[in-house]
């Protein structure tokens, strides 16, 4: 079975920098983790303008996109 991480919402700078919207994992626990790190990254790295959480999505990852800054 494959779990996927998913960006809700390609934001301006996700965009600039080329991000993937979409990784695709073997193991939910590791989809899981990469998910958690990823949202950190994007919170420390962009703008500030957005806020990054991960939210789970039946056995899948999104990370939503809010307003505001981390």
């Not at 193991?27 to 959480?53: I, T």
Request: charged share 25%.
């Amino acid at each position: 079975m494959e779990y996927h991480v998913v960006v809700e919402k390609m934001c301006g700078c996700a965009k600039r920098q080329n991000m993937p919207q979409i990784k695709t994992f073997d193991d939910k626990e590791n989809a899981l983790m990469v998910a958690r790190a990823w949202a950190q990254q994007l919170n420390e790295s962009f703008c500030g303008k957005h806020e990054f959480n991960v939210i789970p999505v039946d056995d899948n990852y999104v990370i939503a996109v809010g307003e505001g800054s981390y």
